[in-house]
DNA sequence: TAGGCCATCTGGTCCT
DNA sequence: AGGACCAGATGGCCTA
């Protein structure tokens, strides 16, 4: 489909809140920046908000819209919850540098992100298993220690053993078959 | 132009 | 009570 090649994104700024939910006014400062403008502006779209949410049972009481102190802890909360995006896209970019895959010139999408790690973390539990089981069998050591506490999550998870099900070279043949799916853009 | 991906806003709910 | 978390809505950006 779409290849995911694209330049860091130049984001519009924040929302503008005079706009309705999505309009954006790249030319203006964020709410988060404060201002007399966005503070008015952010109250009325509120109380507009709240008219239009009224129709769905769940207006909140108190007429004449928002207050300022309302306002402000609006504009608070918007400015943690984009903190907060930004450190869970951290940790996806983080998860991004860890994994291995083809596409070195393209930016894995979070989905992208997270279906690889997943599959990258079974083929590794797969192989430590099959080397660890495997040098040490029915001896003392990490081996079979290793293989029984995989036993016993996969079994309070309620999954299925994977080294028991499949061998390691299944779960890299199905890592390396996605990253090439990635790279085809499928 | 359609579809995918994303950032942001927003209000509800959960948690400390 | 206040912050964290979550999911829905919305529109911008980009590629095919």
Known sequence: MKTKSRPPRRRAPPQDPEATPGERTPDRPPPGSGGPDATKALRSRMARAQGARAEGGRRR????GRRESSVQRRLESNERERQRMHKLNNAFQALREVIPHV???????????LTLAKNYIKSLTATILTMSS??????DGPGP????????????AGGTLVAAEAPPEGHLQKYSTQIHNFREGS
């Open 145 to 156: 220690k290793l293989y029984q506490h995989y036993q016993q999550q996969q079994q309070a």
């Open 61 to 64: 009481p108190g007429p004449g």
């Open 134 to 139: 495997g040098r040490l069998p029915g001896l």
């Open 103 to 113: 596409r070195a010139d393209k930016k894995l999408s979070k989905i992208e992100t």
